[in-house]
């Protein structure tokens, strides 16, 4: 059994449940089938496995140093990036003509989630380059893509995204980053960039030959100020080093790394302050600042870079469960080889009696089963919102209209971030606990799973900004559009499993009907309360709760497809009675807990409004 994620587990759901062999029908993906779409898998499982996931435990206890000149790293970082480039991974999603393979964004998802679960800090790199190109794709110049795009996708050039300052944090309309107008260029508008940018990721290195910066920045208004707020900030590229209109590397651009960021987790992937225009020993200061390429239009940036901060919310949500699946492979293995005291009843108490398996103890059951729940709950979300992506471009290929796709994957974004930032980091702390004593010794991977997951309930977008998102943004826009759409979907699941006769597939529709009910209930309530300030004080909460609903609907819909094929299962049985057992528990253990939530919501409760800041 591979302790880095089931294959069995991502066949169910993509062949069984999602049924991904029908998107060969779709022209874009003609020429795949399931034979190219396994070959994929199998490839992203022998690399992950061979190059990744060796040395995941020495990058994390050797992250990356500033020697003053360069980031140095360990060696073996390099090797497996390189493996990853040349095996055309970085390009397995685009089109033909940018050396892509074209497969469904499902199945990159899926087989990209090895790459995760073996090593988050090393699959950082390719990850960020991909979403930096798949931006660029949709806002850039042709000769932005040619420039830029092409080589990032070849694996000459990696990407970042510059969004935050040590100043702003998360609140973009702070940012002071200016960039003053500097003439045309066959790349675009040229600007001159002044300012700093902070948790940078993989925004320094030696991995590759060029590192393309996405860089938000304000362009000053005809007074010399900079616009306030959101409004008026502006999306750069700003390249490392020039490249020469041959293609060539040019001179380093005035971009320097000020620290590097030391981190509990994700080590090794460099995090960084970087100092854009304020003069390196390659462009000493009175130069003029770094050079920059205006993305799209002057003062839309934001809306750009949306186009990569969504997509990277998903992948956030997919490392987090990455991280929590691995991690409860691991418990699972260790609980069932490691002997450890004797069953509860008549003889237990005897020491003369052999030692059962950790597995034999019905706590320790209890923790492994709510870690499968949330592991494979959250694979099955994020998978399931990768292929609602498939479905819109297919529609979109067809001329038909994608909006209601866009709008489901819209609304279960910051579902699909921050519900496994929070459970399956649940499931890394639970993995700890079933080792006992040496669940938090280095000695043992799940403590550093731990620690790398616990960023991501902070990584873009912290839960309490996402919950504002879903609460605040998504489940009113266009009147409620994309909240009604959801609400069908489920109520179909619903109906399929009521039509099955099964009394527990009954009894588990009929429970997420009824949370699905309050949760409708809920949310009027919430925009009827007449102030904005009490409608989002419990956000968060909220997200919580519509979260655990979601995941319901996504366990109600695994169930149903283990229920059909369970009585002509044979050998491959107990996998499917797996899977019930897993949404019997989220249902008994799990669902219950958003009734008080609800009650809490319901309610308006003003206790961390009225909360003083002297009171603490």
């Not at 090393?122 to 795009?149: E, M, R």
């Not at 900030?233 to 209109?245: D, G, H, M, T």
């Not at 909220?542 to 996504?554: C, I, N, P, S, T």
């Amino acid at each position: 059994m591979s302790l880095i994620l089931s294959r069995r587990d991502l066949n169910f759901i993509l062949y069984e449940w999602l049924g991904v062999e029908a998107l060969t029908r779709v022209p874009r993906y003609a020429d795949h089938s399931r034979e190219t779409f396994d070959a994929a898998l199998d490839t992203c499982e022998r690399i992950a496995t061979e190059l990744f996931a060796p040395h995941n435990k020495k990058s994390d206890q050797h992250e990356p140093e500033f020697d003053g000149d360069a980031v140095r790293m360990i060696p073996e970082v390099g090797t497996a990036l390189r493996a990853f480039c040349e095996a055309g991974l970085m390009a397995a999603g685009q089109d033909y003509e940018y050396g892509g393979m074209q497969l469904p964004v499902v199945l990159e998802k899926a087989a990209f989630a090895y790459f995760k679960a073996a090593n988050v800090g090393t699959s950082s790199y390719p990850f960020l380059t991909i979403g930096n190109a798949n931006l660029l794709l949709a806002h850039g110049t042709p000769a932005q893509i040619d420039t830029f795009v092409r080589p990032e996708l070849a694996g000459r050039y990696f990407g970042t995204m510059c969004l935050s300052e040590p100043q702003a944090g998360s609140s973009l309309s702070d940012i002071t980053t200016r960039a003053e107008p500097d003439g045309d260029s066959p790349l675009g508008a040229r600007y001159r960039l002044r300012g700093n940018k902070m948790w940078i990721s993989a925004g320094e290195h030696e991995l590759s030959e060029n590192i393309v910066h996405l860089v938000l920045a304000k362009i000053p208004g005809p007074d010399g100020k900079l616009i306030p707020g959101v409004k008026g900030i502006s999306l750069f590229i700003v390249p490392k080093y020039l490249v020469n209109a041959d293609g060539t590397r040019g001179e380093h651009n005035d971009v320097a790394l000020a620290g590097l960021n030391h981190k509990m987790g994700y080590r090794g992937t460099t995090n960084c302050l970087l100092n854009f225009g304020e003069g390196t020993k390659y462009r000493p200061e009175g130069q003029g600042g770094a050079i920059g390429y205006l993305v799209g239009e002057p003062h839309k940036g934001l809306a750009c870079m949306f186009h990569m901060m969504n997509e990277a919310r998903i992948g956030v949500g997919l490392g987090a469960v990455a991280l929590g699946y691995t991690g409860y492979l691991h418990a699972l293995d260790y609980a069932r080889n490691r002997p450890q005291g004797r069953p509860v009843g008549a003889g237990g108490k005897d020491p003369s009696t052999p030692q059962v398996k950790l597995v034999e103890h019905a706590d320790v059951r209890r923790m492994l089963l709510a870690q499968k729940s949330y592991v494979e709950g959250g694979l099955a979300l994020n998978l399931y919102c990768a292929r609602l992506v498939d479905e819109e471009r297919a529609s979109q290929a067809a001329g038909e209209d994608a909006r209601s796709l866009s709008l489901l994957l819209d609304i279960l974004t910051p579902i699909a971030k921050s519900w496994p930032s929070q459970w399956c980091l649940e499931a890394n702390s639970l993995a700890i606990q079933v080792h006992g004593g040496y669940g938090y010794t280095r000695e043992y991977n799940v403590e550093q799973f731990y620690r790398d997951n616990r960023l991501n309930p902070i990584h873009e977008g912290t839960h309490g900004i996402q919950g504002l998102d879903l609460l605040g943004r998504k489940v009113v826009m266009q009147d409620g559009a994309a909240f009604r759409l959801l609400g069908e979907r489920v109520r179909d699941t619903i109906a399929r499993a009521a039509a099955t006769g099964d009394d527990t597939l009954g009894a588990q529709a009929q429970a997420l009907g009824a949370a699905a009910q309050r949760l409708a209930a809920v949310t009027t309530t919430l925009w009827s309360a007449g102030s904005p300030e009490v409608t989002l004080a419990n956000a968060s909460v909220y997200l919580e709760a519509f979260g655990h609903v979601v995941m319901a609907w996504m366990w109600l819909e695994q169930a149903l497809v283990a229920h059909a094929a369970l009585a002509g299962a044979g050998s491959d049985a107990d996998f499917y009675r797996g899977k019930l057992a897993a949404a019997t528990y989220f249902y008994r253990f799990e669902l219950p807990g958003t009734g008080p939530q609800f009650d809490l919501l319901a309610s308006l409760d003003r206790t961390t409004l009225d909360m003083r800041d002297a009171w603490f």
